[in-house]
């Protein structure tokens, strides 16, 4: 290449020596405006983007043209740090080509040199240095400066974390004819792409873009990657000649025009087409109507805001949740809806739900629904995006497309690039804390409704979390939904506040409370259609280790022989495990049940199927069955038995677990015709694990003495009275022992918040989102350790060989053969392997009598599809 070419034509942005076709390199300012393209394709399909874009940056007088150009300037700054010869020796056959006259020896840059080099950090420290001479202006007060900065830390973090200030001085020599025509590639580049988009639309390269708050930066960096993943995809922009006399508006017009017709953004499954809003009916079952806090969702004000709906377990809020995130959706305010649940089996019981709601709020080609955790199919266009990263490219590991197939390899990450993510809410969590590409997460949400269920269900940290990501929501004008049966009002008024509302008044119950801007207004269900009353009688029995004792367990297996089905839920995975094998021994004739989370994810689904055939909606019944659990059944589950049994638990969770008594109409078995709940304390004086398990002996004891003096419980009068006066501050006559643990509780709560600000606001080198260190951040402390169940081969307990899989495919393999196991077994996994991913990896062998056994020096575990992981040691868990 001559020299007669100019200095920003001379630099490469994408070589592969495999690429299918010549060139083998595509130019540096194609790419740029490759991935700009994107992002104005984008920008004209999706309303959603436009209307998040438009509040996150509406400080400042400013239009939406002009936001947009703003956004497509520092767009095509993104790989700015490219220009450096540096990075241009990662393919060295390319530069002698196009840099014909540079002579390696002006160049003393070592292998490590050019193989370490970062080119985003380094395009954030050019632009931070070379500003001044490309604007003309040297005096930059502190505030423009901070939102220049800012803007362009954004743009050049898209590989995965911001890069900061303090850049190490440059590591190699270069002569400075070198140096030179690299500083007048950058300088010639910012100037030609200022052109394109800004003096268009009347800005000046010296104008301030706008403020750009810490949400904005997100929003603007998770935009950012995705459409660098995309435009750096060769089936979307395939490689190009270099045509010096091609004006750069033309070869951005021509990308543009071919990303719409080829409708790419719709065919890689990160757009979907919504459907105009049908009313909730459409989303009901034939003959039903809208109920309760059902009814009042088509006349709820449509603009981008919090809902937070209080109502009973089984009266329909998920279906009122996803009508009102239809209609943002139709409206435009919304793209796609993220669901998060408190645990893997809520979250899985909800896919089903979300495909059929999915094919009803989405036209065209089936929307791209995404369950975390969950082996389905995979989505044809993101599987184009995976299968592009694998081929081979001179930027090795740092190349866009090989971090895209990195993040769409896993299903627990790609739920925040399609129309319909379904999770845990640790996925959501995520987002805001130190992790790599966190900001994806956070794009993913913020252009989507937020629904998180079973909003109570977390502590204070995860609560501290969960503040600061629907802040950050409102912050760009997003929406949220929270749904809970059991919410006390102090955590009520914290979600609210989060919001940045605020509301001094109650509200009968059920309620929905909207929260727009600065205002929460409660919306109460009206009175036809308020939930009726009904009763549930309690029976409180003390036994040894809250276990049923042996005249319990005649009974439970009499009622089961008269066609009952009976739950009985513990608080502890080897009680469950232990009852479930005596109640075998003893119920002769009548099939005993078991679900817990300490399965393999791959026999936990099956689990799972199992229990709504038997005990769910539209089991059949006449026979009695007998299903022993742990927590796992009392959220988000549509189970139905006639008796339950259950151990003494927090007030809101024991009435989750009334939720699934008679939960349904239908004829009940003779003896059951009345909902009946029993519950099993200790006989010691004070709770042990439970209280080890809940973390507040108050709640337990207060529950209790409520218990005591009620035989019956008058819903839904008791979701307010009860649940407040539990977790209120005044009760007469509380034994100190309970106060003093009540103190110490919430001596830890406190911590525990103040943790959860301190871990939003870390500065660090983020961690890796695969990191165990980062996943357990989401919990406080509670979260579980993973293990890998493999058998002496290598391969897992059913046979499936990990060797020549996929990365993605192995991934998922391990992750449906992955077993969730309390923080405190860790200590009995010294001397095990641990993969990349954190997980401990115990090699089980055959055994006749209990399934799969293993020897870890310290303890036994057993494996079977029936019973779970069990520990042959002391000591309950």
């Given at each position: 290449?001559?020299?007669?070419?100019?200095?920003?034509?001379?630099?490469?942005?994408?070589?592969?020596?495999?690429y299918?076709?010549?060139?083998?390199?595509?130019?540096?300012?194609?790419?740029?405006?490759?991935v700009?393209?994107?992002?104005?394709?984008?920008?004209?399909?999706?309303?959603?983007?436009?209307?998040?874009?438009?509040?996150?940056?509406?400080?400042?007088?400013?239009?939406?043209?002009?936001?947009?150009?703003?956004?497509?300037?520092?767009?095509?700054?993104h790989?700015?740090?490219?220009?450096?010869?540096?990075?241009?020796?990662?393919?060295?056959?390319?530069?002698?080509?196009?840099?014909?006259?540079?002579?390696?020896?002006?160049?003393?840059?070592?292998?490590?040199?050019?193989?370490?080099?970062?080119?985003?950090?380094?395009?954030?420290?050019?632009?931070?240095?070379?500003?001044?001479?490309?604007t003309?202006?040297?005096?930059?007060?502190?505030?423009?400066?901070?939102?220049?900065?800012?803007?362009?830390?954004?743009?050049?973090?898209?590989?995965?974390?911001?890069?900061?200030?303090?850049?190490?001085?440059?590591?190699?020599?270069?002569?400075?004819?070198v140096?030179?025509?690299?500083?007048?590639?950058?300088?010639?580049?910012?100037?030609?792409?200022?052109?394109?988009?800004?003096?268009?639309?009347g800005?000046?390269?010296?104008?301030?873009?706008?403020?750009?708050?810490?949400a904005?930066?997100?929003?603007l960096?998770?935009?950012?990657?995705?459409?660098?993943?995309?435009?750096?995809?060769?089936?979307?922009?395939?490689?190009?000649?270099?045509?010096?006399?091609?004006?750069?508006?033309?070869?951005?017009?021509?990308?543009?025009?071919?990303?719409?017709?080829?409708?790419?953004?719709?065919?890689?499954?990160?757009?979907?087409?919504?459907?105009?809003?049908?009313?909730?009916?459409?989303?009901?079952?034939?003959?039903?109507?809208?109920?309760?806090?059902?009814?009042?969702?088509?006349?709820?004000?449509?603009?981008?805001?919090?809902?937070?709906?209080?109502?009973?377990?089984?009266?329909?809020?998920?279906?009122?949740?996803?009508?009102?995130?239809?209609?943002?959706?139709?409206?435009?305010?919304?793209?796609?809806?993220?669901?998060?649940?408190?645990?893997?089996?809520?979250?899985?019981?909800?896919?089903?739900?979300?495909?059929?709601?999915?094919?009803?709020?989405?036209?065209?080609?089936?929307?791209?629904?995404?369950?975390?955790?969950?082996?389905?199919?995979?989505?044809?266009?993101?599987?184009?995006?995976?299968?592009?990263?694998?081929?081979?490219?001179?930027?090795?590991?740092?190349?866009?497309?090989?971090?895209?197939?990195?993040?769409?390899a896993?299903s627990?990450?790609?739920?925040?690039?399609?129309?319909?993510?379904?999770?845990?809410?640790?996925?959501?969590?995520?987002?805001?804390?130190?992790?790599?590409?966190?900001?994806?997460?956070?794009f993913g949400?913020?252009?989507?409704?937020?629904?998180?269920?079973?909003?109570?269900?977390?502590?204070?940290?995860?609560?501290?979390?969960?503040?600061?990501?629907?802040?950050?929501?409102?912050?760009?004008?997003?929406?949220?939904?929270?749904?809970?049966?059991?919410?006390?009002?102090?955590?009520?008024?914290?979600?609210?506040?989060?919001?940045?509302?605020?509301?001094?008044?109650?509200?009968?119950?059920?309620?929905?409370?909207?929260?727009?801007?600065?205002?929460?207004?409660?919306?109460?269900?009206?009175?036809?259609?308020?939930?009726?009353?009904?009763?549930?009688?309690?029976?409180?029995?003390?036994?040894?280790?809250?276990m049923?004792?042996?005249?319990?367990?005649?009974?439970?297996?009499?009622?089961?022989?008269?066609?009952?089905?009976?739950?009985?839920?513990?608080?502890?995975?080897?009680?469950?495990?232990?009852?479930?094998?005596?109640l075998?021994?003893?119920?002769?004739?009548?099939?005993?049940?078991?679900?817990?989370?300490?399965?393999?994810?791959?026999?936990?689904?099956?689990?799972?199927?199992?229990?709504?055939?038997?005990?769910?909606?539209?089991?059949?019944?006449?026979?009695?069955?007998?299903?022993?659990?742990?927590?796992?059944?009392?959220?988000?589950?549509?189970?139905?038995?006639?008796?339950?049994?259950?151990q003494?638990?927090?007030?809101?969770?024991?009435?989750?677990?009334?939720?699934?008594?008679?939960?349904?109409?239908?004829?009940?078995?003779?003896?059951?015709?009345?909902?009946?709940?029993?519950?099993?304390?200790?006989?010691?004086?004070?709770?042990?694990?439970?209280?080890?398990?809940?973390?507040?002996?108050?709640?337990?004891?207060?529950?209790?003495?409520?218990?005591?003096?009620?035989?019956?419980?008058?819903?839904?009068?008791?979701?307010?009275?009860?649940?407040?006066?539990?977790?209120?501050?005044?009760?007469?006559?509380?034994?100190?022992?309970?106060?003093?643990?009540?103190?110490?509780?919430?001596?830890?709560?406190?911590?525990?918040?103040?943790?959860?600000?301190?871990?939003?606001?870390?500065?660090?080198?983020?961690?890796?989102?695969?990191?165990?260190?980062?996943?357990?951040?989401?919990?406080?402390?509670?979260?579980?350790?993973?293990?890998?169940?493999?058998?002496?081969?290598?391969?897992?307990?059913?046979?499936?060989s990990?060797e020549?899989?996929?990365?993605?495919?192995?991934?998922?393999?391990?992750?449906?053969?992955?077993?969730?196991?309390p923080?405190?077994?860790e200590?009995?996994?010294?001397?095990?392997?641990?993969?990349?991913?954190?997980?401990?990896?115990?090699?089980?062998?055959?055994?006749?009598?209990?399934?799969?056994?293993?020897?870890?020096?310290?303890?036994?575990f057993?494996?079977?599809e029936?019973?779970?992981?069990?520990?042959?040691?002391?000591?309950?868990?």
């Amino acid at each position: 290449m001559t020299s007669e070419v100019e200095p920003m034509f001379r630099y490469w942005g994408k070589a592969a020596t495999d690429y299918p076709g010549q060139p083998n390199w595509h130019p540096l300012l194609y790419h740029a405006l490759d991935v700009t393209a994107v992002a104005a394709a984008w920008w004209d399909a999706d309303p959603a983007i436009r209307a998040t874009f438009s509040k996150a940056f509406q400080n400042g007088p400013i239009t939406e043209p002009q936001l947009l150009a703003w956004i497509l300037y520092f767009t095509a700054l993104h790989d700015l740090g490219k220009f450096d010869v540096c990075f241009q020796l990662k393919a060295s056959p390319v530069v002698r080509e196009i840099w014909s006259e540079l002579d390696f020896d002006d160049v003393d840059i070592s292998k490590r040199n050019v193989a370490d080099f970062n080119h985003g950090s380094w395009g954030f420290r050019w632009g931070l240095k070379e500003r001044d001479a490309w604007t003309g202006i040297t005096d930059w007060p502190v505030s423009d400066e901070d939102s220049w900065r800012s803007w362009l830390q954004a743009v050049t973090g898209h590989h995965g974390e911001f890069p900061q200030d303090s850049a190490a001085n440059r590591e190699y020599e270069a002569a400075d004819h070198v140096l030179e025509h690299d500083r007048q590639a950058r300088h010639a580049f910012v100037l030609a792409v200022a052109e394109l988009f800004l003096a268009r639309n009347g800005i000046e390269l010296g104008s301030l873009p706008p403020p750009c708050t810490l949400a904005s930066q997100d929003l603007l960096a998770g935009f950012c990657s995705v459409c660098d993943w995309i435009g750096s995809n060769t089936d979307v922009m395939p490689y190009r000649f270099l045509d010096q006399g091609l004006p750069l508006e033309r070869y951005f017009a021509e990308r543009v025009s071919e990303l719409r017709q080829r409708k790419w953004l719709y065919e890689l499954g990160v757009i979907g087409q919504p459907s105009a809003y049908r009313t909730l009916s459409a989303l009901l079952k034939p003959g039903e109507t809208p109920r309760g806090v059902q009814v009042l969702v088509d006349g709820l004000d449509a603009q981008p805001g919090m809902l937070l709906i209080e109502a009973p377990t089984g009266s329909g809020k998920t279906e009122a949740a996803l009508a009102h995130a239809w209609r943002w959706l139709a409206g435009g305010t919304a793209h796609s809806i993220v669901f998060a649940l408190p645990t893997q089996a809520t979250a899985n019981a909800m896919l089903k739900r979300a495909e059929a709601f999915a094919e009803k709020a989405f036209s065209g080609d089936a929307a791209n629904v995404v369950l975390a955790h969950g082996k389905r199919d995979y989505h044809d266009g993101f599987e184009r995006l995976v299968r592009a990263g694998y081929r081979t490219t001179a930027q090795g590991a740092h190349e866009a497309g090989v971090q895209c197939s990195t993040w769409l390899a896993q299903s627990r990450k790609r739920i925040f690039l399609g129309q319909l993510g379904v999770c845990t809410v640790d996925q959501v969590l995520l987002s805001v804390l130190p992790v790599r590409h966190k900001f994806v997460r956070g794009f993913g949400i913020n252009r989507s409704v937020l629904i998180v269920d079973e909003v109570h269900a977390y502590d204070s940290y995860m609560h501290g979390l969960l503040a600061e990501v629907l802040s950050r929501q409102r912050a760009v004008g997003g929406s949220a939904i929270l749904l809970s049966a059991t919410l006390p009002s102090k955590i009520r008024n914290q979600l609210l506040a989060a919001w940045g509302s605020v509301s001094a008044e109650d509200a009968p119950y059920p309620v929905l409370w909207q929260a727009i801007e600065n205002r929460a207004q409660p919306i109460p269900v009206p009175d036809k259609q308020r939930p009726p009353h009904r009763a549930v009688s309690t029976k409180l029995q003390k036994t040894l280790e809250a276990m049923p004792d042996a005249a319990l367990m005649t009974e439970i297996v009499a009622a089961a022989k008269s066609g009952a089905r009976v739950a009985v839920v513990c608080n502890l995975v080897d009680n469950a495990q232990r009852l479930a094998r005596q109640l075998r021994e003893n119920a002769e004739g009548v099939p005993i049940d078991m679900f817990h989370a300490r399965y393999r994810f791959v026999d936990r689904q099956a689990k799972e199927t199992a229990v709504l055939n038997q005990y769910g909606r539209e089991a059949p019944r006449g026979t009695g069955r007998i299903l022993v659990a742990t927590q796992v059944v009392e959220q988000s589950l549509d189970l139905d038995f006639d008796w339950l049994i259950t151990q003494i638990c927090p007030v809101d969770l024991l009435f989750q677990r009334i939720g699934r008594l008679h939960r349904h109409e239908r004829v009940r078995p003779q003896g059951f015709e009345q909902p009946c709940c029993t519950v099993l304390s200790v006989e010691a004086e004070d709770y042990g694990l439970f209280e080890l398990i809940y973390g507040n002996a108050r709640v337990l004891w207060r529950t209790e003495q409520l218990l005591v003096g009620n035989p019956r419980i008058d819903f839904p009068k008791a979701y307010r009275d009860w649940i407040e006066l539990v977790y209120g501050e005044e009760w007469d006559g509380e034994p100190e022992a309970i106060t003093q643990s009540y103190c110490e509780f919430s001596g830890r709560q406190m911590a525990a918040a103040m943790d959860a600000r301190q871990m939003v606001s870390l500065q660090r080198k983020p961690f890796s989102d695969d990191d165990v260190q980062i996943t357990v951040k989401t919990r406080d402390g509670e979260m579980n350790v993973t293990v890998l169940a493999l058998r002496d081969d290598g391969r897992c307990l059913d046979g499936t060989s990990l060797e020549g899989l996929e990365d993605r495919v192995a991934r998922e393999v391990c992750d449906m053969n992955s077993i969730p196991v309390p923080k405190s077994w860790e200590k009995l996994f010294s001397g095990s392997e641990c993969d990349e991913d954190g997980r401990y990896q115990l090699v089980f062998s055959p055994s006749t009598e209990r399934g799969w056994t293993t020897q870890t020096g310290k303890a036994t575990f057993c494996y079977s599809e029936e019973f779970g992981l069990e520990k042959k040691t002391d000591g309950p868990t």
